[in-house]
Structure formats: C-alpha cells, structure tokens
DNA sequence: TTGTTCTTGCAACTGAGTTGCATTTGATGT
DNA sequence: ACATCAAATGCAACTCAGTTGCAAGAACAA
C-alpha cells in the first residue's frame, strides 16, 4: 500500500516529464492522502518535520498546476486550497460547497456539473464550480 | 441618466436596509456604471479624488455582500473581484472566464448555466462558475 | 434637537504568497 | 562510475491585499 502510493507518484512525476524529487514527491503523496483539497500549510503538517521550505511548496505546486496534475480548488479565508486533478476528467469536474454558517468545505464528487461547452471562440480547459449556502448539518439546526 | 442612476442606487440601499451615505453609494454607482467586476482599487480609482478609505470600501462591500446586492466574483492575483447582483437571479448565474494566455477576464453573460439543484441536504444559496482556457483573441493566434 | 447606533478614517498590523540569489541535486552523456 | 549543466531547493527579505482597534463623525428615530 504505501509502495503502491510511491509508485503511483513517482509515475505521476514521470508522464509529467518532472523530475523526481523528494520535496515534489512528498506533496504529490499528502495529496494524494487527503482525499480533500489541502492548503501549502496542510501539506506541510502533513509531511512533518523535514517538510520542504515554503518556497518549495508553492513553486512545486505552481509546476503541478501548469502541468494539470493539480488544481487550485479554491480560495478560503486568503488561501488557496489545492487537490490532485486524477478525479476530474474531461467531462466534469467536482463541485466545491462551502457552508456560509461553519465554514466548512466539502468535495461533492456525487454531484455531476457537465463541462460547459465551447461558446464563442472560448476554448475551455478548466471548470471551476463552487457552491455556497447551508450544508446539512447546518440547515438541520437553523 | 446620472439621476436615474442616483435613484437606483438609493433604492438599492434602502431595500437592503441599509443607511445611506455618500461612501456606500460611490461604490455602488461605480459598479452599477461598470457592467464588469472590479476590485476595490478599481473602484476607488473611479470614484477619483474623493473616494473612500480603503477600509471603508473593503467594509461596505463586505456589509453588501451580506445583504446579497454584490457577489464576490473571482479572485485574480490574490485579489478580489466585486460586482453586482441585480443580474443574477435564483436560476442563473453567470459565469465568468479567465484566460490563461493574456490574463483577461471575461463575464460570460449570454452563456447559460443552471443553478445546480439541491443535493443531499445541502442548501445552495450561491454559485460560482469560473472558466479557464483561452480567450477568441488569443486562442486565434495561437 | 437630542440621543443612540452605525459608519468612517487613520495607523498599525497580519500573513499568504513572491523574489533574488547562493547552493544542491537529478538527469544525461562519456 | 564520474563529470557536467540545467533545474530544483532553501533562506532571508520583501510585497501588498485585506484586517483590527479605536476615536471621531454622520444617519436615523423619537
């Protein structure tokens, strides 16, 4: 299992054409843990003490997204949330829900948002959706 | 027309209850005005010499977002982009497109996108569309 | 007009993300 | 295995959008 993961990243880095390194191999596999969007701090927690520098994360996470390995999920409170784009497909993308009364964030991977198609001359490569309001917990107890 | 807008604009404070001062409906006139979404520089530089604290415009607009007469757009550049409501409705909400090439953000307006349905308890008040890709300019001379 | 409450402005602060540069390391060819 | 070089890392200092606390001012109701 945790060789499986290991393989599963160092692929991921390889059909990406990056090169393996630890730092970017230790943020492919936290996000590849968390199976929720995570912000550079998160991974850095989720790493421990020989966490990469900062500085590191964000570039490495910068190459990911240029390379669509990753996305930026979302902003919260000033901070972007990032996750592995190995769910999303060309066809839909999950949705965000972020509860306007606990704050928190939730994957709705269930609810399937079809790609809106080319409209115009745009050429679409990302879809982001977030959703806000009530989330069940919430909308029982108001 | 400036006090048809004046008048609109008074309107809007008075059916959100809220008081109304001279700061609130600067900023409201510079977004009625704009017909895109703008950030809180861009709407003090709008307003010109007179214009608010920076604080005050980042407190109202917060005050409208609460009230629901402004929708937090999108972030770009670690910035947030404000606009107005009054052209979204419960079923609509358009969606906005950024592009990856020269950076421009559009607002898709003729591009319809059905407010998703309620899910598994969730109670959906907002939804936001962010679409990226490559505008009709740049994806032409590509 | 008066009193209460909400709003504004100022200054100082916060903290996520960035930049420049010296050092290290992965990939490639020999 | 080793040399080489471009790419990746770490550190320190920085940027700047947005926030906080508080005193002064303005809208609204009585």
Known sequence: MKGETKHKVQ???????????????????ALLKAHQPLT????????????????TIYRALETFV????????????????????HHCTADQCHPHF????????DCLHELHIPMTADSGGYIIQHQRVQLEGLCPKCSKSA
């Open 66 to 85: 240029a390379a669509d390995i990753v996305h930026k999920a979302f902003v919260q409170n000033r901070t972007w949330y990032f996750e592995l784009s």
């Open 11 to 29: 692929q991921m880095l390889k059909s990406a054409r990056l090169r393996r390194t630890k730092p970017r191999s230790d943020i492919l596999t």
């Open 98 to 105: 972020c509860c306007r009364c606990c704050g928190r964030t």
């Open 40 to 55: 550079r701090e998160q991974i850095a927690e989720r790493i421990g003490a020989c966490a990469p520098n900062k500085v």
